[in-house]
């Protein structure tokens, strides 16, 4: 089982940086639109900075920028109006573009993202004919392709990976069933991304890691007032220590439950640097409070205070989800159960271990060097996110990863 979980872990931190551009390949043009309740259908043209070049004469360098984009983005649009159209029961959807132009960079090249709206959309339709037949007459050979990358209902949240239409020579135009789905379908979509991103999150796993470690032992007096801090004695019974673990994680619950609820609301919005800086510190802290108290008996403190941080950061993550606050209370309970679920996973993998090897003579030096760990790893992401800077031990440790998965059969 542990095994399993370190390989599982292993390779979501390998493909974590390449799951997002995986559908993007040098012959493809991709569209992706976003359903909200209440509000027009929105998208995003990906195209290919080699097509704009290759298809209307443009000369962009490989490595493009806005500056250069902009005195062309007229004739772009155009092309995308000419090839494009959105329908349903014979009434056209007019295509508006907004102001919002992006790039994106991978292995097969650049990507230039064109953000459109689709008029009148408020009421979604049923079904939408969708023509999309960018570049495909031009080069015959050329595939575009839909997906849905927003749709509440249809539990898909920040999508990129899963298609819904293609379009190919003689066949661009297809229907697109926006039906598909329900309330109950976005909330079971709403607890697996909670269950996701808190097995994604390094930073809340050894947060957690460090509060837990001294669950299964308990501080031994070297003297009437003082404390050592190899000095150390297992817990006798299960129960001590699983009942510790109840109490600072359901602490550390709270508190990030009123802040993921708060800045959902948008009632409190904290600075995304300012979260991530004391997420980094709160790791340090709670392993530096395993060498020398920092709250004698109150190891609770330290889980709410900081879990409350920890909430401004899953509050982040719902909005890289693209969540804009529909279905409210139904997605912020679906995500903090999938948080739940999550934690309660991973102190499932952990605890037990931690119980059985409690008594060992060398546990106290385990729990101390673990802790100095922490505090090293906390130390490094409280300088790369205070100070904004990548240093390069992480681009390291991700080589040495991806040849240690390549040693256990992953790659």
Excluded at 54 to 67: F, M
Excluded at 76 to 88: A, G, Q, R, V, W
Aim: charged content about 20%; aromatic content about 14%; some cysteine.
């Amino acid at each position: 089982m542990n095994k399993y979980i370190l390989r599982t872990l292993l390779l979501i931190f390998l493909l974590s940086p390449i799951c997002k551009t995986f559908a993007h390949h040098p012959d493809n043009s991709l569209l992706y639109l976003k359903v909200y309740e209440n509000a027009n259908i929105e998208g995003d043209f990906h195209i290919n900075v080699n097509e704009l070049n290759d298809v209307l004469g443009l000369n962009l360098s490989k490595r493009t920028s806005i500056d250069e984009v902009t005195p062309h983005l007229s004739k772009i649009k155009k092309y995308l109006l000419e090839n494009t159209s959105f329908s349903s029961l014979g009434k056209t959807y007019n295509i508006v573009f907004t102001d919002k132009i992006k790039f994106l960079q991978v292995g097969y090249g650049d990507f230039v993202l064109v953000n459109f709206y689709l008029e009148n959309t408020q009421e979604t339709p049923d079904k939408l004919d969708v023509t999309y037949k960018v570049f495909i007459e031009e080069e015959p050979n050329h595939m575009n392709l839909l997906g849905m990358e927003y749709n509440w209902k249809a539990g898909l949240f920040n999508n990129e990976s899963i298609i819904a239409l293609d379009f190919s020579n003689n066949n661009w135009t297809k229907t697109l069933d926006l039906t598909e789905g329900s309330v109950w379908t976005g909330f079971k979509a709403m607890i697996r991304q909670g269950v996701w991103h808190i097995w994604i999150g390094l930073d809340h796993i050894l947060f957690i890691i460090a509060l837990i470690l001294p669950a299964v032992v308990r501080r031994k007096k070297t003297d009437n007032t003082s404390f050592s801090i190899w000095s150390w004695v297992p817990v006798k019974k299960f129960k001590p220590a699983f009942l510790y673990i109840i109490k600072i994680i359901t602490f550390f619950t709270i508190a990030h439950t009123i802040t993921l609820s708060l800045a959902s609301l948008q009632i409190i919005v904290l600075p995304s640097q300012l979260v991530e800086s004391v997420i980094a510190l709160s790791i340090g802290l709670a392993a530096y409070h395993n060498i020398k108290p920092i709250f004698k008996g109150k190891d609770w403190i330290i889980a709410f205070v900081f879990g409350l941080f920890h909430g401004f950061g899953f509050a982040s993550v719902l909005g890289d989800l693209g969540f804009n606050g529909e279905h409210l209370t139904l997605s912020l309970l679906g995500f903090n159960i999938g948080v739940e679920i999550g934690q309660v996973a991973i102190i499932a993998a952990i605890f037990p271990v931690l119980y059985l090897i409690r008594k060992l003579k060398l546990y106290p030096k385990f729990l101390v060097y673990m802790s100095v760990l922490l505090i090293i790893i906390s130390l490094y992401w409280l300088i790369e996110r205070a100070f904004d800077i990548d240093l390069p031990v992480d681009d390291y440790i991700r080589r040495r990863g991806y040849e240690f998965a390549v040693w256990l059969g992953l790659r």
